[in-house]
């Protein structure tokens, strides 16, 4: 169920990525052919780039593809790498947690007083702030089910990460 909510919030974030291409170059060229422009555009492109920067933060947990420096965790032994990991999820839960509560009041208050932007649509704050809780709840959910997973593993004897192939073309 985690993984198709994940999905969920990844097609959102793409939809999110396409949508602020169409509207960044609409707006462009309305400016450049008629001096027109769509009105709020500020407003519509830095909502949209919460959904495309949040939205996919489970799925980005879920394939393990955080940013990583392994310069000395890389020599370390493979048991102590795989704990490694297991303090990263936690830090990574302690970290979300007040974001998440942060979220949680700003996206119940702004529903509750009807905020919205002052332009000419008028556009509401909520979907916004709602998109950043979601996000980031999940991020925590998933988190917290793999670090959950990854304490079983180690314990049943198996090892989380498993070793990468060396590529010296990926290297940078």
């Known amino acids: 169920m985690l993984s198709r ?19 960044i170059t609409v ?21 949209l780039m919460v959904a495309a ?11 393990r593809a955080n940013i990583v420096v392994e310069v000395i965790s890389e020599r370390l ?17 302690l970290a979300l947690a007040p974001l998440i509560w942060a979220g949680w009041r700003e996206a119940v208050h702004t529903l509750e007083s009807g905020s919205f932007f002052f332009g000419q649509l008028s556009l509401p704050k909520w979907p916004g702030r709602v998109l950043f809780l979601f996000g980031v ?12 997973g990854d304490i079983s593993t180690i314990r049943s ?4 990460l498993v070793p990468a192939k060396h590529n010296p073309h990926e290297e940078v």
Not at 9 to 23: C, F, H, N, Q
Not at 53 to 63: C, D, R
């Open 53 to 63: 920067i949040v939205l996919p933060l489970a799925s980005t947990a879920a394939a």
């Open 157 to 160: 004897g198996g090892h989380v």
């Open 77 to 93: 032994p493979r048991r102590t790498q795989d704990w490694l990991v297991v303090l990263g999820s936690a830090v990574g839960l």
């Open 27 to 47: 707006s462009v060229v309305l400016r450049a052919t008629l001096n027109s422009g769509i009105p709020d555009t500020i407003v519509m492109v830095r909502e």
């Open 137 to 148: 709840t999940f991020c925590w959910i998933r988190l917290a089910v793999q670090m959950t």
């Open 5 to 23: 909510i994940e999905k969920l919030l990844l097609d959102l974030a793409v939809i999110a990525v396409i949508a602020l291409g169409l509207l």
